[in-house]
């Protein structure tokens, strides 16, 4: 196994590293109260790869079984109980826990219980995901034909 071929051809390094603190205001609020900050987005990382952080709260209910053609997923529980779906059977998801979903594997997440969630999700390479968490909600209201060209579009295919 070898490294990939080198990108930067430099000498000295560049200063470019991005810095997001803490407090810094979720980029996505839910109607059900699910937070998403974009840690690190398909544009701040050049498509290598994208890091979200997802905040549930009780009962919400996540994605149903799907699968992706082009990138990979990961879930990284950081606190509370999540339900993970691997294709086969449902595990609860606790700290620490984590679940890789390579592409075309299927997959699904729910929060089933009374207290709230906070995992981490990262697709690779980084889709530009942002604009299916941004409208899924309000194409799932509309439903039908639109609904599923949309999730099509964002490499999301439901079983």
Do not use: C
């Amino acid at each position: 196994m070898s490294y990939p071929e080198p990108r930067y051809l430099g000498e000295k390094g560049e200063i470019n590293a991005v810095f997001r603190a803490a407090d810094t205001p979720p980029d996505i609020v839910a109607p059900n109260g699910t937070t998403t900050h974009y840690l690190a987005s398909h544009t701040s990382t050049g498509g290598e790869f994208g890091l979200y952080k997802v905040d549930m709260g009780p009962k919400a209910p996540g994605a149903r079984t799907h699968f992706h053609r082009s990138i990979s997923e990961s879930f990284y529980v950081l606190s509370g109980e999540v339900e993970l779906y691997n294709g086969e059977r449902w595990a609860t998801g606790r700290q620490g826990d984590f679940l890789y979903v390579p592409v075309g594997g299927l997959h699904a997440f729910k929060n089933d219980g009374d207290d709230p969630v906070s995992m981490l999700m990262l697709f690779s390479p980084g889709a530009p995901r942002e604009e299916y968490f941004e409208r899924v909600a309000e194409f799932a209201q509309r439903g039908g034909e639109e609904l599923r060209e949309f999730q099509v579009r964002h490499d999301s295919f439901f079983v």
